[in-house]
């Protein structure tokens, strides 16, 4: 088991916010290529925020099942660009209500 933490992702698959315009051209390719090549189901992952560009729970879910394909346990906090998100009872009601 090993422990890796990352942060500002800022994932955009349920908005229209690609990070090209700050050249880091199809970084979400590169995000899974390298995730996959380094975490396996047994690690955890610790992501610092900032993880989506969304504005609502319902833009960010996209970006949700993304994080939900990958490997590996996630711990998420809030990034001070995570507008999506409002109040933990409210993210937590919403995974569950969309099986992420």
Known sequence: MAIFTIGDLHLSFGTDKPMDIFGWGNHSEKIKQNWNENVTNEDTV?????????MTLEEAFQDFEFLHSLPGIKIISK???DYWWNT??????????KSV
Not at 47 to 54: K, L, N, Q
Not at 88 to 97: D, I, S, V
């Open 46 to 54: 610790i992501i610092s925020g900032d993880f989506s560009w969304a």
């Open 79 to 81: 990034g001070n660009h």
């Open 88 to 97: 933990m009872a409210k993210l937590t009601k919403f995974l569950r209500r």
